[in-house]
Each structure stands twice: as C-alpha cells, then as structure tokens.
C-alpha cells in the first residue's frame, strides 16, 4: 500500500507561482508512475502530468504544457508540481496519484491518490 498526502496549495495572484507537494509513506515510490490530476468546482476530474518512476519521461496536458513541471525525488519519496504563471482557470483541488508500471492519463489506472490540495487564482 501507498499513502500519499499532498501539500503546498493555496491562494495566488494571477501570474504567480505555487509549488505542490505529494509525499509518500508504506511503500517506495519506485517502480510506480506518478501523475497529477486536478477538479475545478462543477467539473469532471481532468489530466495535469505525469512522469515515470525514473524520471525520464514526461507528459503535460496543452493547457498547463510550457508553465507546469513535474519531477521526482526517489530518495525523499516525493513528487512535485511546478506551477508558473498561474492562471484563474488552473483553481481546482490538485490530487497526486501512482501507478505501478507505466504512466497514463486516465484516471481510472491509477492506484493510489492523496485527498487532494486546494490552489486558488485569483484575478
């Protein structure tokens, strides 16, 4: 079993900067492929990024593509988000989640998810 917690949202200005954490416990992250997912009010959960367990690859969705970064430290158990140049439209609930194998973007092949942390833009 794995256990993730998120950490690290709140309320920005628009233009401004966050970064998310998402740290483990029970089990390595090794092997498992990590991702982000966020839910704004009144919307379907939606792909943010994803890397594999050894950092080489990654995968953005267009709209966060270029401002995000996602990385990974395996000896700290632990994934991040950059987010720069944050807009309104990126206000939703950031939910990080594993895999074991390789990373997708749906939802429903991951494993494990964290309760989620809350990021605000405000205008």
């Known amino acids: 079993q794995v256990q993730l917690a998120e950490s690290g949202g709140g309320l920005v200005q628009a233009g401004e900067a966050l970064r998310l954490s998402c740290a483990a416990s029970?089990?390595?992250?090794?092997?498992?492929?990590m991702a982000w997912f966020r839910q704004a009010p009144g919307k379907e959960r939606e792909f943010v990024a994803a890397?594999?367990?050894?950092?080489?690859?990654?995968t953005y969705a267009d709209s966060v593509k270029g401002r995000f970064t996602i990385s990974r430290d395996n000896a700290k158990n632990t994934v991040y988000l950059q987010m720069n140049s944050l807009k309104p439209e990126d206000t939703a609930v950031y939910s990080c989640?594993?895999?074991?194998?390789?990373?997708?973007?749906?939802?429903?092949?991951?494993?494990?998810w964290g309760q989620g942390t809350q990021v605000t833009v405000s205008s």
């Open positions: 989640a594993a895999r074991r194998g390789a990373t997708t973007v749906s939802e429903s092949s991951y494993e494990y």
């Open positions: 029970g089990r390595t992250l090794l092997w498992h492929g």
């Open positions: 890397l594999a367990w050894s950092g080489g690859t990654t």
